[in-house]
């Protein structure tokens, strides 16, 4: 045959070597891997051997896998088993669909150990597990001594197996070896340590195929469905258009990658139809597929994606198996429980608003994970199975809103930055099934059933939290936790030992209840909920150093009296509210403090249980509350550490014991006790400022070996014998106040000697002095109630300070003295305040002193025997008077009365006075007297002075019969005022009982002054005695006298008594004035007085005042002179001053020396006008006129002649009262004339008044 000759242009020719080299370029070869096996099968069924492989480690590293065959080369029975390495894990992003095998590399890294063996068998395996291809066995040649690669095939070698993209991503797919040993008798150990396939391919070219059903309904197998009009293949990337709908009716479809856009729709509407995506699935905006039937199945071997354009994307009730990653980027929701849905790979919810809902698939192994979930969106499921080693990670809270299982040997590690929640059961079906949550993790569990009972629950890396929340009771499984958290209210229950590392909390409303096993929770905890230790023996440990904080914020710890709580952390409140303690063995080891706001309560079982707190205990200021009445066990509160009680807080307590060590009890608030206290192990200090008080009545305080020392207010209302008592001591600080209602005091030592303390016997009943220890024996003792005898007990009491005797209280001394350094205060209503006996009260102190009587009970201040003994001072009555029934002595100091009396003795007997001296006496400085009885011719001493420097003005008092007198002493002679040769002294002595007469021996020392000219050593030296009215003094003619310091006088015969006093000279005392009266007898006033006796006595002035300042004489009588006798005077004033006149006397002595007596005055009334003087008379140049007028008026006044002429009138205008008038008689001449006024009630003879005018 002729061919044609083939003319080839230049042109064409470049066109044919372009297309060739196009065509080279358009399909390179590709080469992936090596890849490594993930699956080993050692005795592979229909490759069988004499001799099983045993594996030593995994094939996805250096690690051997050993098999030994034995028997001779000869025999044919030195065979291996097939061992099959497969799952290599190539997948259609490695090796596209459509793409030709060029070639497949097999590597074996192998040894024999120098046994002599050779291949068997090296084939490949299919999808399906079969044998295929060539055997690519090197027969002849020995496996290597030593590990070293051994490479069989090449990228050119497809071992005419005939396999496919489908192949080569499966599985399935991988490599059979076998061996033999081939010489010798000894047996041969054959080791494979790696294997590993490279695949060469060349690309294919997918077609494009979409939906072109114009938004109708069709099915897959028809080519009107399709554009181009074909039936999509394995390799063909199909696509469903927006508002197209494909019905899968086709078994089995198949397709590369699949895309379902807008509203389409894929339905697999009929029963056992298979879609298989070799490829990836995507969908977005709302894309749907459909199905009822668990027997449609839709295969994707790459990846799934939900578009970010995804708003409402479903797959329904179908099997659905994911055998890439599913990345979802919208809105995705799995809307059926019917079918399986397998995701083999890692399904990622990208974020923001995109989200998986599974909510309808409630049956646990409808949804599958094997690759993990990583949440940054929205994620909420119903029930899942999760059955592959795999992890839950991402940023947003995923929901499991029934049960989640692990189904095989495999962990799931939440990593989760947000929440898991799981309300159903969390459970494996392995023992290697396990749970763990990962640093940073939560779990939220809402099972009642205990999570992870078959398998484990990982909690332990920290920080992750679990949260039992269910809204009911739950079991809490027995692990090591690093968070563990009970919310949801209800009781959470431990199926073991708990150890927590972390955060325990416990959410208000929730109960966690150890059941029996301890909880050892050794990081911060809240306690907000319930910890109910419930069962004997239990032991709960809350943190393990001070570092760790324990927020019991309105928490409660309550239980069984033997279970046992140990706080090692901090203990804080988070906000005010009420925390409670129960029933409960409870220790605290570090430092608590009560913020303001919060109450710690412990509640009405919380006497079960010893409750220790190591360390302080602080109650802060403003509302911090501490409550323990329900505790009134001594030994189930216990501090070792003390308490800080602050102004503002309350602290209310039951019983309590203060053990181990020294310790306080201090702040600036007050605590309170109802119940009995004991104190041992170290000394204790009661500080608190605002007190501490034991309230109840039968409350026992017992200090055993050790100190404590009051230094507040501490009041015990214990009315029980013994109410402090005990082996030790108990010291009262200084400043510091016992009340003590107790009916004795049993310690055995009690010391109240601290500068300033008090200690109070305030029973309303009788009490026991407790005889001290110290010395002095007390302070300040004050004995109160409403009733009660306080009896002192076994000796004299030392009292460094005051004793007060108040309410209804009595003071019964036993017999025993009292030394008194303070005041003896007695406000007592009893009867008779203090029962002395025989007793002496010394008062003793080094300032002054006081005996205060504010009762209004005598008794009050009756003592039997009194010493003065004031180093410093002196002692003073105040507000009552006093008595000493038995004696008065002087030590050093005095008594000072004020308007306070003094009684020495009883009615009949004088007491025995002591100790006294011109330095030591009785103050008479006010209206107070000493009052002493003295038996008839007994001479008795009344031991006064006028002050504390005069020194004593002892008077001395001789009765004829038995008398009782009060004496005073007074600074000077004022009744009346005598200035001079007198002794500036003046004692009023009188008489109760007795009238006969009496010596009376008057005494002063050089420290009682003496007025101007008195001379002890005068021929007369006499006692006067003041009888009354004006200035009457009445002198003794027989005194007798000692010159010498201390000087005295004595008069004898006094029958009368009233003011004394001592004078010198010639006439030492004025006239015995008895009475000075005045009185207005129309139209005169009449004056009268009388004196008894009158010595040396010259004349009497008689002086008026209108005013009660300026006196004048009106008149003067002479006096009797010298007279022992009653002497009667009068005066008439003719003329009496209108209104209120003022007369007074003025006594002259034959010396001319002259005395005042006392005022008296008058009320003249009716007078209008009166005219009281015209001076001078005769008048000459200028006349005065003194006229009186009752009110403003003119007046006109006439000089009228003898003849009854007018010679004169002048005109003027009064006023009301006094007027001084003056008339010019300058023109006048001499003569008689009369004065005459216009007024007709002028006084005195009517209007007229008669004068002279002198010559000039």
Not at 116 to 130: H, P
Not at 488 to 504: A, E
């Amino acid at each position: 045959m002729h061919l044609p000759a083939l003319h080839i242009t230049p042109f064409r020719f470049l066109l044919l070597v372009f297309f060739v080299v196009w065509c080279h370029y358009s399909f390179p070869q590709t080469t992936v891997g090596p890849k490594t096996p993930s699956t080993v099968d050692i005795g592979k069924i229909g490759v069988g051997g004499n001799s099983p492989w045993v594996e030593t480690g995994t094939v996805t590293s250096n690690d051997d896998i050993d098999v030994e065959v034995t028997g001779t080369a000869t025999d044919g029975t030195e065979l291996s088993d097939g061992v099959l390495f497969s799952n290599f894990g190539f997948t259609s992003a490695d090796i596209p669909c459509g793409s030709i095998i060029n070639g497949i590399e097999v590597i074996i890294e192998k040894s024999d150990n120098g046994t002599n063996s050779e291949d068997e068998i090296i084939q490949l395996v299919n999808s399906a597990g079969t044998l295929v291809g060539n055997n690519k066995a090197n027969v002849g040649v020995n496996w290597p001594d030593a590990d070293a690669d051994v490479t069989y095939g090449n990228s050119g070698d497809d071992w005419a197996a005939g396999l496919t993209q489908s192949d080569l991503i499966s599985t399935g797919f991988g490599v059979v070896i076998q061996y033999q040993g081939i010489t010798g008798t000894n047996d041969h150990l054959g080791t494979i340590d790696f294997v590993r396939i490279n695949i060469t391919y060349t690309a294919g070219a997918p077609t494009e195929i979409q939906s072109d059903v114009a938004g109708a309904a069709e099915n897959w197998s028809s080519t009107a469905a399709w554009n181009p009009a074909q039936l999509p293949q394995a390799c063909d990337n199909v696509t469903i258009l927006t508002g197209d709908e494909i019905n899968m009716d086709a078994n089995p479809g198949a397709c590369n990658n699949l895309t379902i856009q807008g509203s389409g729709i894929l339905n697999f509407n009929t029963a056992n139809r298979t879609l298989n995506v070799g490829g990836n699935l995507s969908m977005d905006g709302t894309a749907n597929i459909d199905g009822t039937a668990a027997t449609q199945d839709l295969v994707v071997t790459g990846n799934f994606s939900v578009a970010a354009t995804a708003t409402a994307t479903d797959i329904a009730g179908i099997d659905l198996t994911i055998g890439g990653t599913s990345n979802i980027d919208g809105v995705f929701t799995l809307s059926s429980n019917t079918g399986i849905k397998t995701f083999t790979g890692a399904v990622t919810i990208v974020g923001g608003g995109d989200s998986w809902t599974s909510s309808a698939i409630t049956t646990t192994a409808n949804l599958v994970f094997s690759g993990g979930i990583a949440n940054s969106g929205t994620f909420s499921a119903s029930d899942a199975t999760f059955n592959a080693t795999q992890g839950i990670s991402g940023t947003s809270a995923l929901s499991f809103s029934d049960a989640v299982t692990v189904s095989g040997a495999f962990v799931i590690t939440n990593t989760n930055t947000s929440t898991v929640t799981i309300t159903g059961v969390l459970n494996g079906t392995a023992g290697g099934s396990e749970w763990k949550n990962d640093n940073g993790s939560t779990l939220n569990y809402g099972s009642g059933t205990v999570p992870m009972a078959t398998g484990t629950l990982n909690v332990s890396t920290c920080t992750n939290t679990i949260n039992y929340n269910r809204a009911g009771i739950q079991d809490i499984k027995s692990t090591t936790y690093c968070n563990l958290t009970c919310s949801g209210g209800s009781t959470k229950t431990s199926l073991g030992l708990l150890t927590i590392n972390g955060v325990l909390n416990i959410v208000s409303g929730t109960t966690i209840d150890p059941d029996n096993f301890n909880i050892d929770a050794n990081g911060n905890c809240k306690i907000n909920g319930t910890l109910a230790d419930g069962n004997a023996g239990e032991t709960v440990t809350l943190g393990d150093a001070v570092g760790d904080d324990i927020d019991l914020f309105g928490g409660t710890i309550d239980g069984s009296a033997t279970g046992t709580v140990t706080i090692n952390g901090t203990v804080s409140f988070s906000g005010s509210s009420t925390t409670n303690i129960g029933r409960v063995t409870l220790n605290v080891n570090e430092a608590l403090t009560i913020p303001s706001g919060t109450t710690f309560n412990f509640n009405a079982n919380a006497d079960n249980g010893v409750k220790t707190f190591i360390k302080k205990v602080t109650i802060n200021a403003g509302g911090g509350i501490w409550t323990s009445s329900n505790v009134p066990t001594t030994g189930n509160m216990i501090f070792q550490n003390g308490i800080t009680q602050n102004n503002g807080a309350n602290f209310t307590a039951g019983g309590a014991t203060f053990n181990t060590n020294a310790q306080a009890v201090d702040g600036s608030g007050s605590l309170s006790f109802a119940n009995n206290v004991t104190f041992t192990g170290g000394a204790v200090s009661l500080d608190a400022v605002g007190g501490i008080t034991w309230s109840t009545t039968a409350t026992v305080i017992t200090i055993t070996g050790i100190t404590v020392t009051n230094n507040t207010t501490a009041t015990m209302s214990s009315t029980a014998a013994g109410t402090l008592t005990g082996t030790g001591t108990w010291t009262q600080g200084a400043s510091s106040t016992l009340n003590y209602q107790g009916s004795t005091v049993t310690i055995t030592t009690m010391n109240a000697s601290g500068a300033g303390n008090t200690v109070n016997y305030n029973r309303a009943g009788n009490q026991t002095i407790e005889n001290t220890a110290s010395s002095p024996n007390y302070i300040n003792l004050t004995l109160s109630g409403a009733s009660g005898t306080k009896t002192m007990e076994t000796a004299n009491q030392d009292i460094n300070g005051n004793l007060s005797i108040q309410g209804g209280a009595i003071l019964d001394c036993a017999g025993f003295d009292i030394n008194l350094a303070g005041n003896w205060d007695v406000s007592s209503t009893a009867a008779d305040a203090f029962v002395d006996g025989s007793a002496l009260v010394i008062f003793d102190g080094g300032a002054a002193q006081q005996i205060i009587n504010t009762s209004g009970v005598a008794n009050g201040s009756i003592f039997a025997n009194i010493r003065i003994s004031n180093t410093s001072g002196d002692v003073t009555l105040v507000s009552n008077s006093a008595t000493a029934t038995a004696s008065l002595d002087f030590t050093s100091g005095k008594l000072i009365l004020g308007t306070n009396n003094f009684t020495l003795g009883l009615a009949a007997s004088s007491g025995v006075l002591s100790g006294n001296s011109s330095s030591l006496y009785v103050v008479t400085n006010s209206t107070g007297y000493f009052q002493r009885y003295a038996a008839s011719g007994v001479a008795t001493q009344y031991p006064v002075g006028i002050s504390t420097a005069s020194g004593q003005n002892l008077a001395t008092l001789t009765p004829g019969d038995n008398s009782t007198f009060q004496v005073l002493v007074d600074a000077s002679v004022t009744t009346p005022n005598v200035a001079a040769r007198v002794v500036n002294a003046e004692w009023t002595i009188t008489r109760t009982g007795g009238a006969a007469a009496t010596t009376i021996k008057l005494g002063w020392t050089a420290g009682t002054t003496t007025g101007a000219s008195f001379n002890i050593n005068d021929a007369r030296v006499v006692i006067g005695r003041y009888v009354g009215g004006g200035s009457v003094w009445n002198e003794t003619t027989n005194s007798a006298k000692t010159t010498a310091d201390p000087f005295d006088v004595t008069a004898t015969g006094f029958t009368s008594f009233s003011p004394f006093a001592v004078g010198s000279g010639t006439a030492p005392l004025p006239v015995d004035l008895l009475f000075f009266t005045a009185k207005y007898i129309q139209p005169v006033s009449v004056i009268e007085w009388a004196t008894a006796s009158e010595k040396n006595s010259n004349s009497f002035s008689v002086e008026r005042s209108s005013d009660n300042s300026y006196f004048e004489e009106i008149g003067s009588v002479t006096a009797k002179g010298n007279s022992s006798e009653q002497n009667n005077y009068s005066f008439t004033d003719k003329t009496p001053l209108s209104g209120i006149s003022y007369y007074r006397l003025k006594q002259y002595d034959t010396d001319g020396s002259f005395t005042y007596s006392k005022t008296v005055s008058i009320e003249v009334k009716g007078k209008t006008i009166e005219i009281r003087k015209i001076f001078p008379n005769p008048m000459g140049g200028e006349t005065y006129l003194d006229i009186f007028s009752a009110e403003e008026t003119p007046i006109q006044i006439n000089l009228i002649n003898q003849s009854g002429e007018n010679v004169q009138t002048q005109k003027f205008n009064l006023i009301k009262g006094d007027n001084l008038l003056i008339m010019d008689v300058n023109d006048i001449g001499p003569g008689i004339y009369f004065i005459k006024t216009d007024k007709t009630d002028v006084e005195k003879g009517g209007n007229l008044k008669k004068v002279s005018v002198m010559e000039r």
